[in-house]
């Protein structure tokens, strides 16, 4: 069941995008932590360094389930991608907007096509998005 909800972007706290994001699951920072197996300051500096993207809501902080694999990992070349789209001027709710629009070409959302053949693919798409 797909979660959808408008939140005060972390980076940039007076940013509110009326657009709701859906996403198949919204993990709190300890349950990010948890399933990383690293500890929750690790994982606040790693969505204050722009590796992770995350929302606020109610005064929690909620990472999109996509971004982070049940193995133990980040998805193959979110931090990349993050910092592609910073670079392009990119505010954190807007990179949740591209990572979670559906894209017709990829059958799926880039968050979605991260998990599969189709990851570096979404990373060209970012970095072209420059040009």
């Known amino acids: 069941m797909a979660v959808t909800f408008t939140a005060v ?9 009326e657009q709701p994001i859906s996403s198949n699951e919204w993990l709190t920072v300890p ?30 902080l909620y990472v999109p389930g996509e971004l982070v694999t049940r193995d133990e990992r980040i998805a193959a070349h979110i931090a990349g991608i993050m910092t592609v789209l910073r670079d392009n001027g990119f505010t954190p709710e807007q990179m949740l907007q591209w990572l979670f629009t559906v894209d017709e070409s990829l059958a799926a959302t880039p968050a979605a096509a991260l998990h599969g053949h189709k990851a570096r693919e979404v990373k060209r798409r970012a970095q072209a998005l420059a040009w």
Do not use: M, Y
């Open 31 to 60: 349950q990010v932590a948890e399933r990383l197996n690293i500890r929750i300051t690790k994982v606040h500096r790693l969505i204050s360094e722009g590796e992770l993207v995350a929302r606020r809501r109610d005064g929690i």
């Open 9 to 17: 972007s972390v980076r940039f706290p007076l940013v509110v995008d």
